[in-house]
T-cell receptor
Framework: DGGITQSPKYLFRKEGQNVTLSCEQN?????MYWYRQDPGQGLRLIYY???????QKGDIAEGYSVSREKKESFPLTVTSAQKNPTAFYLC???????????FGQGTRLTVV | AQSVTQLDSQVPVFEEAPVELRCNYS??????LFWYVQYPNQGLQLLLK??????LVKGINGFEAEFNKSQTSFHVRKPSVHISDTAEYFC???????????FGRGTSLIVHP
């Protein structure tokens, strides 16, 4: 079955450590996105990529980094520079254009 | 710039009652509109979408929405809700050109027995 896989589902890290969240899709989609979800704030765009080897900052990119070396993969690194990293992170993909986005199940990151 | 406003953060309703979740957007150009549903600790799934054509669109689980260009609204309705409809609902808009979806803050639909 085609879809988007995020791993792990839950992640705990100590403050000051970098952590990488995985996102893989087998839908052959060109566009991929990372969103951060906090209670009452909806989804905020961190980074997006519309093609391999190219990505753009979203609204809240500070403290995050991404890579897009393969069409299927769009990992997100939460660096120690991110002041409030504890959140629910959602990865999505679409064929591009005005098509709807397909979402992974999310990764809940807790930094202690 | 595009923005999305979901007018209610929480909507409580009794089972089998009708419900409307409201969404307004701001954009001066053509937009594409979506509603997504999120169950607890899960990702989002598409409820329905408006791209062009008929302003009344039907989605999954008996939901439907009407695109109103003059009022820049895209409210979603269901004539009779079920307990299983309890979830978070997000409205999203994508502008022609970049197509990067912008999401509203979400509306929590709580269906009481």
């Amino acid at each position: 079955d085609g879809g988007i896989t995020q791993s792990p589902k839950y992640l705990f890290r100590k403050e000051g450590q970098n952590v990488t969240l995985s996102c893989e899709q087998n839908l052959n989609h060109d566009a991929m996105y990372w969103y951060r979800q906090d209670p009452g704030q909806g989804l905020r765009l961190i980074y997006y990529s519309q093609i391999v080897n190219d990505f753009q900052k979203g609204d809240i990119a500070e403290g995050y980094s991404v890579s897009r070396e393969k069409k299927e993969s769009f990992p997100l690194t939460v660096t120690s520079a991110q002041k409030n990293p504890t959140a629910f992170y959602l990865c999505a993909s679409s064929i591009g254009g005005f098509a709807e986005a397909f979402f992974g199940q999310g990764t809940r990151l807790t930094v202690v | 710039a595009q923005s999305v406003t979901q007018l209610d953060s929480q909507v409580p309703v009794f089972e089998e009652a009708p419900v409307e979740l409201r969404c307004n957007y701001s954009s001066s150009v053509s937009v594409y509109l979506f509603w997504y549903v999120q169950y607890p600790n899960q990702g989002l799934q598409l409820l329905l979408k408006y791209l062009s054509g008929s302003t009344l669109v039907k989605g999954i689980n008996g939901f439907e929405a009407e695109f109103n260009k003059s009022q820049t609204s895209f409210h979603v309705r269901k004539p009779s809700v079920h307990i299983s409809d309890t979830a978070e609902y997000f409205c999203a808009v994508a502008l022609g050109g970049s197509y990067i979806p912008t999401f509203g803050r979400g509306t929590s639909l709580i269906v009481h027995p």
